[in-house]
Structures are given as structure tokens and as C-alpha cells.
């Protein structure tokens, strides 16, 4: 079963050995990256992805300062794991615990500008409504 699970000290380590493909690099902020981040920025809340007791991915999001607004900042699956939909389920499970704050009615993604958004879009057929920002995180 895909769950998302707090990031500890347990599973610190294994969060940060979490790699992507090298063509995937340029893409994605380092998961050390994120946890730094989400310790200066406690607004971000970083949490691992796991099939069981395996862990596969991160996720990382935040109720923005700037706009007051949901964000998911990273979504990430490790090279090994990718193509067996972990990352559209973590995406639906993350989506699910945003969508539980009844006081927020937008959820905004941080995409990096050369990743393929429309697939990302496509492979979980949401309907977007509004508008795109343009914003750097780091």
C-alpha cells in the first residue's frame, strides 16, 4: 500500500539516497535540498513516500507565505521505482490531504520550466482552471 510518511530520523538517510535519472537531474531539487529548506521555511512540510515498508519518493508542500495559497513544491521517485505509478498515487495522496483544509480552494504546483508539465498534467487528467505563475523556490 502507497502511504506518505513524516520525514524522521529513521528514515533520513534513506529519504536522501533517493535519486533520479540523469537526464532527470537538472529537474528536480535534491531531497537534502528540501529538507534544509523545509527547516528555514517550517511552512514547508517534507514527507516520504513508501509501498509498504519500502521507500520509494518525496513530497514536499507548504501553505505559501507570499500568497497564502497551497503549493506542492516536489514530487520525486527514485529511478528504481519510476514507472510503476508511484508517483501519480503519491500525487493523488497528497492531493487528498491538501484538499482536507475545506479553507483553501487552490492547490498550485512549482514545476521547474523545462520539466514536461503537460505530461504531468495529462498522466493525472486534472482540469486546470486559472492561471500558470511563474516562480523560482531556490
Not at 540523469?22 to 537534502?32: I, R
Not at 482536507?100 to 514545476?111: A, R, Y
Request: hydrophobic share 45%.
Amino acid at each position: 500500500m502507497i502511504t506518505l510518511k513524516e520525514i524522521t530520523r529513521n528514515n533520513f538517510w534513506d529519504c536522501i539516497s533517493l535519486e533520479v535519472t540523469p537526464e532527470q537531474v537538472d529537474f528536480v531539487t535534491s531531497n537534502a535540498v528540501s529538507i534544509a529548506q523545509s527547516k528555514v521555511q517550517p511552512e514547508c512540510i517534507p514527507m516520504a513516500v513508501y509501498d509498504d515498508d519500502l521507500i520509494v519518493g518525496f513530497v514536499m508542500y507548504c501553505i505559501d507565505e507570499d500568497d497564502s495559497e497551497y503549493w506542492i513544491y516536489r514530487l520525486m521517485i527514485d529511478k528504481n521505482h519510476q514507472s510503476k505509478g508511484y508517483g501519480k498515487k503519491a500525487m493523488e495522496l497528497l492531493l487528498a490531504k491538501i484538499k482536507e483544509d475545506k479553507s483553501h480552494d487552490k492547490i498550485f504546483l512549482g514545476v521547474h520550466k523545462k520539466a514536461l508539465l503537460l505530461i504531468c498534467i495529462k498522466a493525472l487528467d486534472l482540469n486546470l482552471m486559472g492561471r500558470f505563475l511563474a516562480k523560482s523556490i531556490l
